[in-house]
């Protein structure tokens, strides 16, 4: 088990709106990803970090960026949310110490409206 | 271009049957597959994962099979339980982009009691 936490859990914020989703893990973990995921569809990686200032786009195109000052925290932040940002956010890490396996945070359920 | 393909698409199985999902790939260079289980409002949990230089790996009930000719492997879970009812993905990844997964859509499974 990886102890990997995501806040929030749930939120629905009005369009315009700025927000950030808090992703942090404890293990000291270098990797660090984030995935969006629409309701019953595949995950998309749009960002990683392999570690402290370190950061890259992912495969999926994404309008949030994403910053990396320590290593037990990979904020996702939304300037301007829109209603085509609503979506399942998963925060992700591996480590030696996990076998170098990746392990997914409970998600950052995200509506706008 | 969808990068892995997986089917079927939803799966219904009695119990103690054998449930099967199958993916397949086109990247030669992927050399990492792991098949992940979601239940609703959850975030991915790793289930078992396999690299190409075996063709089958069994961890209780659940078995990857993989077929590095043909590239293929399938996820076989056997004397399934109603507990098993949950969304499968398959995923693939490169060596040394272990947390870069490439994921499938996903394969909705229900067992009925």
């Known amino acids: 088990e990886a102890d990997i936490y995501q806040t929030p859990r749930y939120l629905v914020i009005g369009t315009g709106k700025k927000i950030t989703l808090e992703c942090s893990q404890t293990?000291?973990?270098?990797?660090m990803y984030w995935y969006q995921q629409d309701p019953g569809m595949e995950l998309h990686l749009i960002h990683y970090?392999?570690?402290?200032?370190?950061?890259e786009k992912g495969d999926l195109s994404s309008e949030s960026t994403v910053s990396r000052i320590r290593t037990e925290h990979f904020p996702l932040t939304l300037e301007s949310a829109r209603p085509s940002h609503t979506s399942q956010y998963l925060c992700?890490?591996?480590?030696?110490?996990?076998?170098?396996?990746?392990?997914f945070g409970e998600g950052s359920w995200l509506t706008v409206v | 271009q969808q990068q892995v393909k997986q089917s079927p698409q939803s799966l219904i199985v009695q119990k103690g049957g054998i449930s099967i999902i199958n993916c397949a790939y086109e990247?030669?260079?992927?050399?990492?597959f792991p098949w992940y289980q979601q239940f609703p409002g959850k975030g991915p949990a790793l289930l078992i994962a396999?690299?190409?230089?075996?063709s089958e790996k069994k961890e209780g009930r659940f078995t990857i099979s993989f077929n590095k000719s043909a590239k293929q492997f399938s996820l076989h879970i056997m004397d399934s339980q109603p507990g098993d009812s949950a969304t499968y993905f398959c995923?693939?990844?490169?060596?040394?982009?272990?947390?870069?997964?490439?994921f499938g859509k996903g394969t909705k499974l229900s067992v009925k009691p």
């Open positions: 992700a890490t591996t480590g030696w110490t996990l076998g170098n396996t990746i392990y």
């Open positions: 293990m000291g973990h270098d990797k």
């Open positions: 970090s392999y570690g402290v200032n370190s950061t």
């Open positions: 990247n030669t260079a992927f050399d990492y």
């Open positions: 396999i690299r190409p230089d075996v």
């Open positions: 995923a693939a990844s490169r060596a040394g982009s272990q947390g870069n997964l490439i």
